[in-house]
């Protein structure tokens, strides 16, 4: 059936016992090893291979490789996947998630990125004619949908173009695996994809699904052994599955859409991500909000994002609602990237002398783990304000990469 669980029913089947094995915690359960019963990830044929199986069927795929390392462990994957094929130049939208550009420089891969626009400061997807450039000197195309924003990339252009050239296409769908329902799902037009379950899904952190089709099936298999944790965790695996087999709540989608027009949110793809526009007013709002208990994904400095899934109340979409009627919104800034020119030798500086100097290495918020200075933009005060508040890649202790003054 398409909503049982074989792992959760394996783990549920075991019996009490002894352990001499790990975990140091000793008491079993369902946080266990690879035992004589529960199958093993590394080669399944019980338990594991079935819901893969089944997974694989949902997703689109020809096969499903559960991840207990996040997202990120599907990326290495993939783009891996790509190196042994021979494929040496990828194309990658320049704000792709910072595993996309972190794995290609691991595997030796070229991230080649295709310029992004920004609109009120939202990166835009890119459209057919920026990916028929861009597939023009890659071996293969990366592209993120949904974006962080709640956009579609444009994936039947990206799609049929690819076919054209024979050239294979990779998704991230880190932030879409709650859409396998529909037909913007990434498993009807890639040829590897990655599923962050636990993003829009109920599975736990971590859990995730890296799927394939066709010969790249065999490579992506041989590529997550790689990079696929050796000691993987059972309650996520059982966690994963679940969620992928977690029924559709049109319900919950119909009232977040109604939501967003009630509340003037951005006008987005995706039901699930509720993006306010608060401007210079993003901290205030998020700390009244939070002194109320309710949280958000991410502050970007111009906007509030809230995710949602099958899972999120009604009852709660009425709290967060009643609250931001109560928050004043500002004006968006929309800050254009200002390039410097690169020099031989790097620095660390503190964020507040690094005003005016050339970034040397990719930094930006974490959430969402995008870009906000590229190596080769100049660190403006706005930037560096933003850095500054914490939850930042990119940066060491409090300071930033640039290039040294000549």
Not at 205 to 215: I, L, P
Not at 249 to 273: G, H, M, Q, T, Y
Not at 288 to 296: A, D, I
Not at 297 to 318: I, V
Request: charged share 20%; hydrophobic share 40%; glycine share 8%.
């Amino acid at each position: 059936m398409r909503n049982e669980g074989h792992i959760a029913a394996m783990l549920d089947r075991q019996k009490k016992h002894i352990s001499f094995h790990t975990p140091g915690h000793k008491r079993a359960g369902a946080d266990i090893t690879e035992l004589s019963y529960s199958d093993n990830l590394t080669d399944p044929s019980g338990a594991i291979r079935r819901a893969e199986e089944d997974t694989a069927r949902i997703l689109h795929a020809d096969r499903s490789y559960l991840l207990t390392d996040g997202s990120t462990a599907g990326i290495y994957s993939m783009i891996y996947a790509l190196k042994a094929a021979g494929k040496v130049r990828l194309a990658v939208p320049a704000y792709c998630h910072a595993s996309v550009k972190n794995a290609c420089r691991v595997t030796g891969v070229q991230a080649a990125e295709y310029a992004t626009r920004r609109k009120n400061g939202i990166p835009l997807q890119p459209s057919a004619e920026e990916l028929a450039d861009a597939l023009q000197n890659a071996d293969a195309l990366l592209m993120t949908s949904p974006d962080y924003y709640g956009f579609f990339a444009p994936l039947q252009a990206a799609r049929a173009l690819c076919t054209a050239v024979n050239k294979p296409l990779l998704i991230d769908g880190a932030h879409g695996a709650h859409l396998h329902f529909t037909d913007m799902h990434a498993g009807f037009y890639a040829d590897m994809w990655v599923d962050g379950a636990h993003k829009s899904l109920p599975a736990l952190t971590q859990g995730a699904v890296v799927s394939a089709k066709g010969a790249w099936a065999q490579l992506l298999g041989e590529a997550v052994r790689l990079f696929r944790t050796s000691s993987p965790s059972y309650p996520i695996m059982a966690s994963v599955e679940r969620a992928v087999k977690y029924p559709r709540n049109e319900a919950i989608e119909r009232a977040a859409e109604a939501f967003k027009r009630e509340l003037c949110a951005v006008p987005n793809d995706d039901w699930s991500k509720l993006l306010i526009a608060f401007g210079e007013n993003c901290d205030l709002a998020q700390a009244y909000l939070e002194s109320k208990g309710v949280y958000p994904e991410f502050n970007d400095g111009n906007y509030l994002m809230f995710y949602l899934s099958p899972c999120t109340k009604r009852a709660h979409l009425k709290k967060l609602a009643a609250l931001l009627r109560k928050i004043p919104r500002g004006s968006v800034e929309d800050e254009a990237a200002l390039t410097g020119e690169r020099g031989q030798t790097r620095t660390w500086l503190p964020l507040n002398e690094a005003v005016g100097r050339v970034c040397a290495s990719e930094c930006g918020l974490f959430p969402p783990c995008v870009p906000l200075l590229r190596s080769g933009d100049r660190v403006t005060q706005r930037a560096a304000a933003l850095l500054s508040k914490g939850g930042a890649f990119g940066l060491q202790n409090g300071m930033i990469c640039v290039y040294a003054e000549e």
